[in-house]
């Protein structure tokens, strides 16, 4: 069975400074990775996904298989990405396709 | 984005009562509707997978004469929590999805506050 691990329950950074939320998952066949995240009194929103390979709100994830982990990252944080994200994983094919596996999320807080 | 709507946003019911939830997409179609529970920061879990027309898939664990789910159109899955007691209390959301082939996005709804005295 799949499984999407966040390490960091809390992250807390000062505005400017780099972040990185770690994710790692397991699943034997080919996933695909999705980071979604949740401001404050807001629903879950899409972010990025890994096939995308594109810089939303200036973060960047990067799929690496050899060390199965999809760490979001971002230079220069900024105090209105506060917010809960989520790791997902979802299978690329089967009867599960498109189901989503989350990770138990970070709440990561910018400080002014 | 698509927009996906839920009813009630928040609902307090007596134990043994059944409480719907109803999940709307109001601009797209939606083949595939995901019902999930969170627990208080916690995760989110998978409860079932709704197709239209079709009966709802369960994850292990998920009790389906508990959890009824209906897929009755392309815009609209309802959940009801039959007999509810305390443990059912909970966070429920929704997401809708209407891609065909290949990586589609799950689009989720405002989720609803279920207490259960």
């Known amino acids: 069975a799949q499984r999407v691990t966040q390490p960091e329950k809390l992250l807390s950074v000062f505005k400017g400074a780099p972040v990185e939320l770690k994710c790692n998952y397991s699943y034997s066949g080919s996933p695909e990775l999705f980071w979604y995240v949740q401001y404050s009194r807001q629903r879950l929103q899409l972010l990025l996904r890994?096939?995308s390979r594109e810089s939303i709100k200036g973060f960047t994830a990067d799929l690496n298989k050899g060390e199965t982990s999809f760490h979001l990252k971002k230079p220069f944080a900024q105090e209105e990405d506060s917010a809960m994200y989520y790791c997902a994983l979802s299978r690329a094919g089967g009867t599960s396709y498109g189901k989503l596996t989350f990770g138990q999320g970070t709440i990561l807080t910018v400080h002014p | 984005g698509a927009v996906v709507s839920q009813h009630p946003s928040r609902v307090i019911c007596k134990s043994g009562t059944s409480v719907k939830i109803e999940c709307r997409s109001l601009d797209f179609q939606a083949t595939t509707m995901f019902w999930y529970r969170q627990f208080p920061k916690k995760s989110l879990m998978l409860m079932a997978t709704?197709?239209?027309?079709?009966?709802?898939?369960?994850e292990q664990g998920v009790e389906k004469d508990k959890f009824l789910i209906n897929h009755a159109s392309l815009t609209l899955s309802t959940l009801t929590v039959t007999s509810a007691h305390p443990e059912d209390s909970s966070f429920y959301i929704c997401?809708?999805?209407?891609?065909?082939?290949?990586?589609?996005?799950?689009?989720f709804g405002p989720g609803t506050r279920l207490t259960v005295l």
């Open positions: 709704s197709n239209e027309g079709s009966k709802a898939t369960y």
């Open positions: 890994h096939i």
């Open positions: 997401s809708a999805s209407g891609g065909t082939s290949g990586t589609f996005e799950q689009f």
